[in-house]
């Protein structure tokens, strides 16, 4: 069928309208029609070609939520009618160790991106920007009832990427937790640390957002742009999810870790870091990166969030408006994430 959608056609061109085809739905897959669709950064590290070259037009988006419309014969696991979610990727080797265990966000032969990737069916990928998606059934999510779907569409990328760190390294009662950046990945982190019982910290570059990061869940909230902050709180932290999409010396941070602690990157800016050995050496220190998480983790993610009753805090958007919201999320004015009403496609 074809479906309305927005492409992006260039590195440097505005996003634009277009249509896009998806297949038929085989005997193990599902067909949902999108309701609402995030705007992560790292859609705008793609279309931009910020983390290498890009096969255009595009469509990107890989933070769906929705309502199944119909399922191939096989399907037991959803029903029409019911909400559901994909999330950064859309299959798997199935076969790999790791893909066996469980990780199949690690598959060791590439696990198939929800765009910019290449599908089983040899077509390329494309994502939530548009208004339909077909998808093997194993790698969609169960969206609990009780959440909204526009606060729910954010949970399948920045709320996984942030979940699977602060559960894999324990965050929960009696841990100092530190969240670098306020921003779509930080304002969820905030929200879970602070639900698994954690003592929360933002480290935001201002106090503008304060109130924000507070009624969220934080605990604290300091400014790195204030120099106190690292003396302040040097030697503080169990751990600290680096969420900031820029270049950042993480050196500076990783002085804020007690001993045993851990510095995990999830933000993703193309360039290298410089880390001098004795930034880990002294305090036995872990320096540590998380991609999103398994399908697994993702439900038990979604779960934990109804349970919680934890959305995003979304501003939600029409299609006209994607090219401001690129602008504004890269000016890290966002509060917190945009999401898009296919509605208006
Ligand atoms: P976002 O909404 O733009 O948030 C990033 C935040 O970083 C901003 O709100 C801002 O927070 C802070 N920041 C921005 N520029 C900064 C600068 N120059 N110096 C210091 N702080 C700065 O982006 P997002 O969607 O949360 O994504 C964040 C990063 O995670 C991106 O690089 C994205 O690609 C990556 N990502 C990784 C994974 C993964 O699996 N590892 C998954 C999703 C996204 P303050 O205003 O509070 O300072
Ligand atoms: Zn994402
Ligand atoms: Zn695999």
């Known amino acids: 069928m074809q479906v309305k959608a927005i492409a992006a056609v260039a590195p440097d061109r505005p996003l634009e309208r277009t249509t896009i085809e998806r297949r038929d739905v085989g005997p193990d897959e599902v067909r ?18 910020e983390w290498g070259t890009v096969q255009y037009p595009i469509v990107v988006g890989h933070e769906i939520a929705g309502v199944i419309e119909e399922v191939g014969e096989n399907v037991t696991s959803f029903a029409v009618g019911d909400h559901a979610g994909i999330g950064c990727f859309v299959d798997s080797c ?28 040899g077509e390329p990928t494309a994502g939530g920007y548009s208004e339909q998606i077909v998808a093997d059934a194993r790698y969609v ?4 009832e009780n959440l909204p779907l526009d606060e729910a569409a954010p949970l399948l990328c920045a709320g996984v990427t942030t979940y699977s760190p602060l559960r894999h390294w324990n965050a929960g009662p009696g841990k100092r937790v530190g ?32 109130e924000d990061g507070e009624a969220l869940g934080a605990d604290h909230y300091y400014a790195t742009s204030d120099e106190s902050t690292f003396e302040d709180l040097r030697g503080h932290f169990d751990l600290i999810v680096n ?14 870790l007690r001993t045993d602690g851990a510095l995990v990157q999830v933000g993703a800016p193309s360039k290298p870091m410089q880390v001098p050995a004795f930034a880990l050496i002294g305090g036995r220190k ?48 966002v509060r917190y994430r945009f999401v898009i009403d296919t509605a208006t496609l």
């Open 243 to 256: 969420t900031v999409s820029a270049d950042l010396d993480v050196v500076r941070y990783l002085s804020l």
């Open 286 to 333: 872990t320096l540590a990166g998380s991609a999103i998480g398994s399908i697994a983790e993702t439900q038990e993610m979604l779960d934990f969030c109804g349970e919680h009753g934890i959305g995003a805090k979304v501003e939600v958007i029409s299609a006209d408006q994607v090219n401001e919201a690129y602008e504004r999320v890269v000016a890290s004015d």
């Open 179 to 210: 969240v670098i950046g306020l921003g779509g990945l930080g304002h969820m982190a905030v929200q879970i640390a602070h639900a698994m019982g954690a003592e929360v910290s933002v480290l935001s570059q201002s106090l503008k957002k304060k």
């Open 141 to 144: 999510l169960h969206i609990p």
């Open 32 to 49: 949902i029609a999108i309701k609402f669709a995030g705007i992560c950064h790292s859609d705008i590290h793609t279309v931009r070609s």
């Open 94 to 121: 199935r076969e790999c160790e790791n893909c066996k265990a469980g990780l199949d966000n690690y598959c060791l032969n590439g696990s198939i991106g929800t765009y910019n990737a290449v599908g089983r069916d």
